[in-house]
């Protein structure tokens, strides 16, 4: 058998980057060998094993025929005949349809020259993002992955032939055979890469964004939202809630966005007006001590802090502040930290043996956090020092 590296580590490792993950595959090998040889099989659709110290994927070489709708509709034909350029030939672009063979066994290992029998390579060096056959239509996720590709790596153009036939793939309504989680997945992932932006541009272009976010228009302030966001040198980066929260998507709860995610946007939604509101009175003509427990109260900002947090970060993005924390974070921030600071246990113990329990003790407490708010306020209320 003959064991070649493929894929992403090859292309990454053409452009200089840092490989992340490496995966393999086996030329002129069958399960049974491979268990023979102490790899453990994992794969359920096609055969796939963990190396037995490495633990990473080796996958024995496949081809796949459409005979079905949707992620399960293939037929896979793993079997020792199957070539390596028959396995390449399945992928989806030909940057990614490229292998170097694995030379030499143990400390004596070596990668070989690569193998690129799609032209991976020229348009590696002309910046394209190019189908390797028409089989990529079998699969309408590669629309997705296109696009993602296209936000991650921006200097990249997609070619004339494959955004035509992703046209195709979406005007033949291929889309609706796509699975949540793995739409969820590549949309996660394009909001995490270099320029966003472009993986709402490309879907877009080929007509796919009206049918992925109904309600989501691709508009000048968004696009530069998104790419601020990307390019923030905020420490650590912003994270994918506050990222998803601040581009405001609107319903897309179809695509199984995890539930942090939906309640931050629609806590962004609800109450940005009023956390840029109530701030800018404060630093106007004082703090209105009632209204921001309120506030408070509503995002539940005493028992998830954190999550308030992350609902100021989304904020700062989505009014296009330019270094956050902004003023309004900043005052929101100290607010928070005031009313937590508030010791409790001593308030319950006195109402207690005034004999208050329940709402009346509940009441205290928050009579005594709204005090905590307005001695800002009489101290001359000011955003703390950067």
Known sequence: MQVYLV???????????????????????????????????????FPVFLHPETHEEYALARTERKNGRGYKGFSVQASPEVTLEEDLARRDLTINAMARPLLGTGSHARLGEVIDPFHGQTDLNNHCFRHVTDAFRED????????????????????DATLALMREMVAAN??????????W??????????????????????????RLLPQT???????????????????????????????QFG??????????????????????????????????KGLDAENWMALLERCDALRKPQRFEQLLLANDQFVQQDTPPSPIHAIWHRALASVLALETAPLAE????????????????????????????????RPPPQ
Not at 142 to 156: K, M, T
Not at 174 to 183: F, G, H, I, Q, S
Not at 252 to 276: D, G, R, T
């Open 174 to 183: 291929e889309l609706a055979d796509l699975v949540p989680e793995r739409v």
């Open 251 to 284: 319903e897309s709860q179809a695509w199984h966005v995890p539930k942090a995610c939906l309640e931050l946007a629609a806590l962004l939604k609800n109450e940005s007006a009023a956390l840029i509101g109530l701030a800018q009175a404060a630093l106007n």
């Open 217 to 247: 228009q691709l508009t000048p302030s968004l696009t530069e939202r998104l790419d601020r966001m990307a390019q923030s040198q905020a420490t650590p980066a912003l994270p994918l809630e506050v990222r998803y929260a601040a581009a």
């Open 140 to 159: 309408p996720l590669r629309i997705l992955r296109v696009a993602r590709f296209a936000a991650r790596f921006p200097e990249f153009r997609v070619a």
């Open 350 to 381: 006195a109402a207690k043996k005034k004999g208050l329990s329940g709402p009346e003790l509940g009441q205290l407490i928050r009579q005594n956090r709204i005090s905590a708010l307005a001695r800002l306020d009489q101290c001359q209320w």
């Open 7 to 45: 894929g992403g580590a090859v292309r990454d490792g053409l452009l200089g980057l840092k490989v992340q993950d490496r995966d393999w595959v086996v030329v002129g090998s069958t399960p049974e060998a491979m268990v023979a040889q102490g790899f453990t099989p994992v794969g359920k659709d």
């Open 185 to 210: 997945q590549e949309m996660s992932r394009g909001l995490m890469a270099q320029r966003p932006s472009r993986w709402l541009a490309v879907l877009a272009q080929v007509g796919a964004l009206p």
